[in-house]
């Protein structure tokens, strides 16, 4: 009984795997051989074989078309923005790449076009925008409470000068120590 | 390759153009995505490409020979002998160390220790994940919900697509598979979609999570004696975030960039912390991972159907084999231990009621009818925010054990949570808001992406390429410098 279906399985295996690929081939071949005449015959006669296409297909080819160029433009143009805006990283980038020799000009061409960047401004928007963070990380309770209190409250005129003893977390002002 | 790297930018801006210019010729795009993800993949460390291309021939002719057999007895043989297969690569590579520690010690515990043959294994990234996809594949042909693939390319594809190869979603072949088998599709929506789920990803994680990583929680768990309660408290919540952020960060980012090739992934998130029971937390967290171990690991095992005593056993196997998946710890173990137990209670007081909180007499209501069941509006939300506040108190008990390095430190930092009384140091203003503004977050509509992303559909590819660089241009400003690896790669 066991014995039988091994028999069965490398039958069924062997007309799986030897003999149907061999007449799907075959299959193909004449398939081709059919199509290649009647393109020949089309043209001779000045006709094309392609088959016509609906147009709703043409449709949704156009936009789906549409849409991987608008993704790549969108793409290409993100990567411009942040060519400008943060030439900082293309060049922390190319230095990596300037550790081999080929790399090199590139990071140059980098070096160059960052401190154009600076001249023209172009790095003034995420400088403001990290100053602004900066400060945010570094507010105490203190500001928070000065924020809510009246004009003439102590804690308003607190603002922005305390540093109590502890919350200093910021890495360039040092870690707070231990209790 | 990192996902919020210029490399994966730059590889990314060259596999959307070639994937979309191949569009018509289905063969040859799915032979370029699988040279893609091995790109991708090898990227990190090439050697282990071989060990990814092993997982998915194996997978592939289990497939094949599991849809040949019409035997019962002999496509269980099949089925049981690819998936031992897959999980003795798995445990070779993630818990050789593990269990060859373990039974050191027993064997010292008894007096009979020796030579065990310890070797430096590297874990290659992802293999959890991938081992996954392939299990999914071959059970789903044993079940009969998918037809084996014939074209290798599709399992290949399936088992390696870039997006989800390193920390997930886990898709399941028959989510995934039949869109192989139709024409990608890709519009403005489409567009627009993927390009806020990548935004809204890498703040996510470079923002969010890393600043809670750095400037709070990896500290606290370092050293929890150094530190009080309420900065502890603080460390604790900051890293129910951070996970939280990290890993549905990388999820919206995956989800964006296989919709931008054309590819529908299931969301992996849904506002976790909002859950009103462990349950409810469990649909919402690492949805992928959830049901992948409900089908294969639960409902195998019985799931609710053999008693309330089977019932409990069974949920307790899926979370501590759950806490395993994630690491080769007691930790982890201890994790799923907890989640298990919670969830066991749960079902011993609520039954198998879907909600813990049932819905209020006038939400239970149509047509101006006012139901006669249900408690009070009132009540319904007080008993709902009871349930979110005890759900998420229970998980981040938990996260500790996962966080934690050892089972010391967990101990240490649980103790440590009970000292009021020493000065608090790290909790800042900007990071309570931090932790806050992200919990809040999971209180706004569910479907606010698919709003802002609706908004964007209309602005042409200028806009959009206009929002892409100046959102990654604001991430870049306000993120700390560097980009840690996602948490899950190590999974």
């Not at chain 2, 028959?174 to 088998?181: A, I, N, W």
């Not at chain 2, 912390?273 to 967290?285: D, G, K, M």
């Not at chain 2, 969830?343 to 039954?351: D, N, P, S, T, Y």
């Amino acid at each position: 009984m066991r014995h039988e279906s091994y028999t069965a399985f490398a039958l069924k295996f062997r007309e799986q795997y030897f003999l149907e690929p061999a007449r799907l081939a075959e299959e193909d071949a004449r398939r081709r051989e059919a199509a290649k005449r009647l393109r020949g015959a089309l043209k001779r006669r000045g006709k094309t074989a392609e088959p016509e296409r609906s147009d709703t297909d043409t449709d949704a080819e156009a936009r789906q078309r549409d849409a991987a160029r608008a993704g790549v433009a969108a793409f290409l143009l993100a990567a411009a923005i942040l060519l400008v805006f943060n030439s900082d990283g293309f060049t922390e980038y190319t230095r990596d790449l300037a550790e081999v020799s080929a790399g090199r000009p590139l990071y140059a061409v980098a070096v160059k076009w960052d401190a154009e960047m600076d001249r023209i401004g172009a790095k003034r928007l995420g400088v403001a925008v990290h100053r602004l963070v900066v400060q945010v990380r570094a507010a105490h309770w203190i500001d928070i409470a000065g924020l809510f209190a009246a004009p003439g409250d102590a804690r308003a005129a607190m603002r922005g000068k305390a540093v109590p003893a502890y919350t200093g977390s910021l890495p360039e002002q040092g870690r707070a120590p231990a209790p | 390759m990192l996902f919020p790297t210029l490399n994966f930018g730059i590889f990314f801006l060259v596999v959307f153009a070639v994937a979309w210019e191949l569009r018509g010729q289905a063969e040859a795009r799915k032979a370029f995505l699988v040279a893609a993800s091995y790109v991708f993949y090898g990227f990190w460390d090439w050697r282990f490409t071989a060990l990814l291309a092993a997982s998915s021939l194996i997978n592939y002719t289990a497939g094949r020979l599991i849809a040949m057999t019409g035997h019962d007895r002999d496509r269980r043989l099949l089925v049981g002998m690819a998936i031992a297969l897959n999980l003795v690569i798995l445990g070779f590579f993630k818990y050789y160390g593990f269990f060859l520690e373990q039974l050191s010690d027993l064997l010292d515990r008894y007096g009979l220790g020796r030579d065990l043959p310890f070797l430096e294994v590297i874990l290659p990234i992802g293999i959890s994940f991938f081992t996954f996809h392939g299990i999914s594949y071959v059970v789903d042909i044993y079940r009969r919900k998918i037809p084996a693939e014939r074209d290798p390319l599709n399992v290949f594809l399936y088992i390696s697509f870039f997006p989800q190869l390193v920390a997930g979603p886990i898709v399941r072949a028959s989510d995934f598979l039949p869109q192989l088998r139709a024409e990608p599709k890709l519009d403005h929506a489409i567009l627009s979609r993927g390009i806020v789920l990548i935004l809204i990803g890498l703040f996510k994680k470079m923002v969010i999570a890393n600043y809670l990583s750095t400037e709070l929680v990896d500290d606290m768990f370092f050293d929890p004696t150094s530190y009080s309660g309420p900065d502890l408290l603080l460390g604790l919540y900051g890293y129910a975030v951070q996970i939280y952020c990290d890993f549905s960060g990388y999820s919206d980012i995956a989800i964006g960039v296989a919709a931008l090739l054309g590819y529908h992934f299931k969301p992996n998130f849904n506002q976790p912390y909002r859950a009103a029971s462990l349950r409810e937390f469990w649909r919402r967290w690492h949805i992928s991972l959830s049901s992948w171990l409900r089908d294969y690991l639960y409902k195998p095992l019985g799931g609710s159907r053999h008693g309330r005593f089977n019932t409990y056993r069974n949920l307790m196997i899926t979370m501590l084999l759950g806490g395993l998946w994630h690491g080769a710890a007691w930790t982890f173990i201890i994790w799923g231990a907890i989640h298990g137990t919670v969830l066991a209670v749960e079902r011993m007081i609520f039954g198998t009621a879907r909600e813990t909180v049932p819905a209020p007499a006038v939400m239970a209501a149509g047509d101006g009818v006012v139901a006669a069941s249900g408690p009070p509006p009132g009540s319904y939300a007080l008993r709902k925010a009871l349930g979110v506040f005890v759900t998420f108190n229970i998980v981040c008990l938990a996260w500790i054990f996962f966080r934690a390095e050892s089972l010391d430190y967990a101990m240490q930092y649980l103790q440590g949570l009970t000292h009021w009384s020493s000065p608090v140091v790290r909790a800042t203003p900007f990071l309570a808001a931090l932790v806050m503004v992200s919990l809040a977050a999971h209180f706004v509509s569910e479907d606010l992406v698919e709003r802002i992303a609706a908004r964007l559909q209309g602005l042409g590819a200028l806009g959009l390429g206009a929002v892409l660089g100046f959102g990654i241009l604001l991430i870049w400003a306000v993120a700390p410098a560097g980009v840690a690896p996602f948490i899950y790669f190590q999974f």
